[in-house]
T-cell receptor
Framework: AQTVTQSQPEMSVQEAETVTLSCTYDTSESNYYLFWYKQPPSRQMILVIR??????QNATENRFSVNFQKAAKSFSLKISDSQLGDTAMYFC????????????FGKGTKLTVNP | AAGVIQSPRHLIKEKRETATLKCYPI?????VYWYQQGPGQDPQFLIS???????DKGSIPDRFSAQQFSDYHSELNMSSLELGDSALYFC????????????FGPGTRLTVT
């Protein structure tokens, strides 16, 4: 079974600074996808970024980027120039490609951006 | 852009009652997923449908059933409700085998009293 671990239950950062959220996963599969989802106080689940396991290049979406270390099974999210609207719960998620494509989530990291 | 629609947004039921949650996926998406998120928990996969056929099943109680209809909307039926069923129920849709990105609806908050 696949597991996803987020070791930081809570983090805080000052506005305009950079913060990195950690995620590790365990799988014996070779073809999979990794995602970061954001859940603000509204409870909406918002897709932040996606990484294909077969790609060596780290994904980037504006202020959000990942550091994907396949051998170490690590998938961290870096948020640059943090904004107040980034305050949310962040979930790391794993999906096997070619399987049912269900998402397996970590327990989440609650990020607070302080003014 | 069109998003996933869920109805109702809030639902209050008593123990042992029945609830039906509806999901309308993004147009042209071929796969629907249902997740349950308890208070302070991460979302847990319940069930999925690909092209109207059940494709996978997670830790879904036997009291729950779901289906996807010819217009691709999906319904989650929950019977003999228990207090522990109180949760946020998400529906997500994707264009499987293309982008693998799942887009979530706003969720239905079910409260069982």
């Amino acid at each position: 079974a696949q597991t996803v671990t987020q070791s930081q239950p809570e983090m805080s950062v000052q506005e305009a600074e950079t913060v990195t959220l950690s995620c590790t996963y365990d799988t014996s599969e070779s073809n999979y996808y990794l995602f970061w989802y954001k859940q603000p106080p509204s409870r909406q689940m918002i897709l932040v970024i996606r990484q294909e396991a077969y790609k060596q290049q780290n994904a980037t979406e504006n202020r959000f980027s990942v550091n994907f270390q396949k051998a170490a099974k690590s998938f961290s999210l870096k948020i640059s120039d943090s904004q107040l609207g980034d305050t949310a719960m962040y979930f790391c998620a794993f999906m096997i490609q070619g399987g049912s494509e269900k998402l397996v989530f970590g327990k989440g990291t609650k990020l607070t951006v302080n003014p | 852009a069109a998003g996933v629609i869920q109805s109702p947004r809030h639902l209050i039921k008593e123990k042992r009652e029945t609830a039906t949650l509806k999901c309308y996926p993004i147009p042209r998406h071929d796969t629907v997923y249902w997740y349950q998120q308890g208070p302070g928990q991460d979302p847990q996969f319940l069930i999925s449908f690909y092209e109207k056929m059940q494709s996978d099943k997670g830790s879904i109680p036997d009291r729950f059933s779901a289906q996807q209809f010819s217009d691709y909307h999906s319904e989650l039926n929950m019977s003999s409700l228990e207090l522990g069923d109180s949760a946020l129920y998400f529906c997500a849709s994707s264009l499987t085998r293309t982008t693998y990105e799942q887009y979530f609806g706003p969720g239905t908050r079910l409260t069982v009293t």
